[in-house]
């Protein structure tokens, strides 16, 4: 069971390029999330979808786009990247949001994205 | 506007010692409160959980307590292992919200062979 599966692991960017961070998860949950964590601070919520076709902002939504086509997949697009992206990015999925018994997040390991 | 603070960045124990990793919170929206572990190079994993109705929740080596009147609820880690060293999470939540969980900082826990 392959869990949250994020790629890619690693990736340098110049300014203004664009990219997609894509991930998959295999548990059919319906919860599916993109955190960013900067350096000595907390994850922030960037984007959420509570099942396919449908996605909702976050804490910190600027300069980030969404789409869930698929219960699967949740990739996160950044259009002009800029140097406050810089950041570890970490997508999440959880079985539902009804109880704390079910609001356990499972997290992929993380993409650690520079943005030069 | 923090609504989750964990004050200690870091955290230095000796190997069978305890470890006690705080957390305080202003949301009273909050009703349940999970802990979260991360190593280097992977994501966080979930650790503890304690519901609102209850003051403490154990799970072999980790605890958690809950005071709600002051907003405040702490990890036990007892006793100590070295594999314990990592970054603690505190990641509260509210029943219902889509939203999932508010993250803290984080503690960087070593524990000291």
């Known amino acids: 069971n392959a869990g949250v599966t994020q790629t890619p692991k690693f990736r340098i960017l110049k300014i203004g390029q664009s990219m997609t961070l894509q991930c998959a998860q295999d548990?059919?949950?319906?919860?599916m999330y993109w955190y960013r964590q900067d350096p000595g601070m907390g994850l922030k919520l960037i984007y959420y979808?509570?099942?396919?076709?449908?996605?909702d902002k976050g804490e910190v939504p600027n300069g980030y786009n969404v789409s869930r086509s698929t219960t699967e997949d949740f990739p996160l697009r950044l259009e002009l990247a800029a140097p406050s992206q810089t950041s570890v990015y970490f997508c999440a999925s959880s079985y539902s949001a009804g109880g704390y018994q079910n609001e356990k997040l499972f997290f992929g390991s993380g993409t650690q994205l520079s943005v030069l | 506007d923090q609504q989750v603070k964990q004050n200690s960045p870091s955290l230095s124990v000796q190997e069978g010692r305890i470890s006690i990793l705080n957390c305080d919170y202003t949301?009273?929206?909050?009703?349940?409160f999970l802990w979260y572990k991360k190593y280097p190079a992977e994501g966080p994993t979930f650790l503890i959980s304690?519901?609102?109705?209850?003051d403490k929740n154990e799970d072999g080596r980790f605890t958690v307590f809950l005071n709600k009147s002051a907003k405040h609820l702490s990890l036990h880690i007892v006793p100590s292992q070295p594999g314990d060293s990592a970054v603690y999470f505190c990641?509260?939540?509210?029943?219902?919200?889509?939203?999932?969980?508010?993250f803290g900082s984080g503690t960087q826990l070593t524990v000291l062979p």
């Open positions: 990641a509260p939540g509210s029943s219902g919200s889509a939203r999932q969980l508010t």
């Open positions: 304690i519901s609102s109705i209850k």
């Open positions: 548990m059919n949950h319906n919860y």
């Open positions: 949301n009273s929206m909050f009703d349940y």
């Open positions: 979808s509570v099942g396919a076709g449908i996605t």
